[in-house]
């Protein structure tokens, strides 16, 4: 391996890192940053929400967890080169002890979020690393009297955890403001056009109000299972939230952009969605669900994400004004024009 110059050697044998390339190495290192802990601070405390993982790099760690009658046992501890913290992210649990610095100590940290992404968008590297976690939580497993799961699983459930919506399936919105935000950082975004489709439905409020929130819900499902289902290869379909959805497009320029919103508009038409009268209720009503539908493209009305976000919701906007159920594409500088 030739990892970028003045790399720790500790951090260059970590197991965290077995099987990496030099390159794969370097990748991962990009997403970490360092810190120094004083002796006797805390990394975390036992029930923290886990949303970081750590490598050692100098110093020691122990790790401790609270008895029955409030006192603290050390469990274990961590020395130069070894990983932690990661099981809290993967199993989206809390953390499971206390963490304190037994010395000065240096701590390199990866955000849950880069992990997923390391994961997510370099499966292969993925693949290495949850390897090296998996053969080092047999070890770490018998020393806290925990049985190992099937990580493999765990990963993978974690991992659509974080980019998903929990009602609908669909990717969230942090993920899609995040692969628009890649999109234009890697200068994709060009020659090859990219549009964004905002799409709020229309009226969902007075379906609360009538029916209750159970049968907005199954509106706002019915809806992300046709933007599942009309999707083309390569589109990103995103809960925003409540009844807000969003449609990334890539190569795709204005006139396919607004034949996609199209398609879905009509979709939503001639699909009615049969909820209960009332909140447990046996009897039906069948509903029938419109939704309007504003369309940016970059880079013809947009230089970067926000502006992007920006222009597609002010067309969405004016989509609404018009007398909904319509679609409408953005001029230059975010304003609206009808179609």
């Known amino acids: 391996m030739n990892p970028a110059p003045n790399v720790d050697p500790v951090l260059i044998n970590s197991p965290f890192f077995n099987g990496l390339s ?32 750590f490598v050692l790099l100098s110093g020691s760690l122990s790790a401790h967890r609270a008895q029955s009658d409030g006192t603290q046992r050390l469990m ?43 994961i997510f968008e370099h499966p292969m ?41 929990e009602l609908t399936g669909l990717y969230n919105k942090s993920f899609l403001e995040e692969s628009i935000r890649d999109k234009f950082k890697l200068g994709s975004v060009g020659a090859r056009k990219m549009s964004l489709i905002m799409i709020d439905l229309d009226r969902v409020h007075a379906i609360n109000d009538a029916y ?47 034949g996609v919103a199209e398609h879905i508009r009509q979709n939503v038409m001639n699909s009615p969605v049969k909820v209960a009268k009332s909140p447990g209720s046996r009897e039906t009503v069948t509903l029938d669900v419109r939704a309007s539908f504003g369309i940016a493209v970059a880079p013809v009305h947009a230089s970067n994400e926000r502006e992007l976000v920006f222009a ?8 609404k004004e018009q007398g909904r159920n319509r679609s409408e594409i953005a001029r230059q500088g975010g304003e609206p024009s009808q179609r």
Do not use: C
């Open 22 to 53: 030099a390159l794969e190495f370097n990748a991962v290192l990009a997403f970490m940053e360092r810190r120094r802990l004083a002796q006797g601070e805390k990394v975390f405390e036992e029930g923290d929400k886990g949303e970081d993982m």
């Open 212 to 258: 209750g929130t159970q049968a907005g819900d199954k509106v706002i499902i019915a809806v992300a299972e046709i933007l599942k289902n009309t999707g083309r290869p390569g589109d990103m379909a995103a809960r925003l939230s409540g009844d807000e959805y969003a449609v990334l497009l890539p190569d795709t320029d204005g006139r396919g952009a607004f």
């Open 76 to 118: 274990f501890s961590i020395a130069p080169g070894a990983f932690f913290g990661e099981m809290s992210i993967i199993a989206n649990e809390p953390r499971s002890a206390t963490i304190i610095a037994k010395e000065i100590s240096d701590i390199m940290v990866l955000q849950g979020i880069d992990f997923y992404r390391i």
């Open 312 to 319: 597609a919701d002010s067309a969405l906007r004016r989509a």
């Open 125 to 165: 590297i993925g693949v290495r690393i949850l390897n090296s976690i998996g053969s080092v939580q047999t070890i770490w497993f018998n020393q806290t009297s925990r049985h190992l799961k099937d990580l493999a699983t765990w990963g993978e459930a974690a991992r659509r955890r974080a980019i998903t919506d």
